[in-house]
């Protein structure tokens, strides 16, 4: 029979709307977050990190926020175009890059165009 | 750079077989992890080094399952004998000061 997977949310903009991704991050100690970018049949490709010293970074297009007393994270895209239809995941971190990631469950981004 | 190089992209392979797959990480990067995804339980870390010692295999499903980084540049994952409930895609990703970059991904098939 048909095995039943992960149930992703999924987020649906307009073209040119911005978007906003959250995630719930497990673990207080965590103190290195990641957003990765995973198009079909591709590997998860980085997008933006932030450390726990920071509550807001920015790069192209995109803003992550953190806020540690809630354990919360978010990605906001803006203008997003069909180019960022893709699944999005959250990962936390103890130590940068020398401790493993631990990913969320992802969310599915849908452009309409 | 390439990025992280994995091979092959696609296995297909009968159930009992041995399977080998194999990572070239980024040039310079001193950690290097294996990651499984499946629809069932997303991605899920399988086992890591750091300058080609493993600190934490905790994910490897089991005795069928081992890795190795013989070097700096080169690593592999190997499952004998394979079972069907393997059948996943199979990431490898390395780092260096930063979060991990991954590569492409094998696709396993056990049949």
């Known amino acids: 029979g048909e095995s039943v997977g992960l149930h992703l949310p999924t987020l649906s903009v307009q073209e040119g709307d911005n978007s906003i991704i959250n995630c719930a991050y497990s673990?207080?100690?965590?103190?290195?977050f990641i957003w990765y970018k995973q198009e079909s049949g591709k590997g998860p490709q980085f997008i933006i990190d932030i450390r726990s010293n920071m509550d807001k970074r920015q790069g192209q297009r995109v803003t992550v926020l953190l806020n540690k007393t809630v354990k919360h994270l978010s990605l906001q895209i803006a203008a997003t175009q069909p180019g960022d239809s893709a699944v999005y995941f959250c990962a936390e971190s103890l130590d940068t890059g020398r401790r493993a990631l631990t990913f969320g469950s992802g969310t599915r981004l849908q452009v309409q165009p | 750079d390439a990025g992280v190089i994995q091979s092959p992209r696609h296995e297909v392979t009968e159930m009992g077989q041995e399977v080998t797959l194999r990572c070239k990480p980024i040039?310079?990067?001193?950690?290097l992890f294996w990651y499984r995804q499946t629809m069932m339980r997303g991605l899920e870390l399988l086992i890591y080094?750091?300058?080609?010692?493993?600190?934490?295999d905790s994910g490897m499903p089991e005795d069928r399952f081992s890795a190795k980084m013989p070097n700096a540049s080169f690593s592999t994952l190997k499952i004998q004998p394979s079972e069907p409930r393997d059948s996943a895609v199979y990431f490898c990703?390395?780092?260096?000061?930063?979060?991990?970059?991954f590569g492409q991904g094998t696709r396993l098939t056990v049949v």
């Open positions: 990703a390395s780092s260096l000061l930063t979060g991990a970059f």
């Open positions: 080094f750091n300058n080609n010692v493993p600190i934490d």
């Open positions: 040039s310079g990067h001193n950690s």
């Open positions: 673990n207080s100690a965590s103190d290195y």
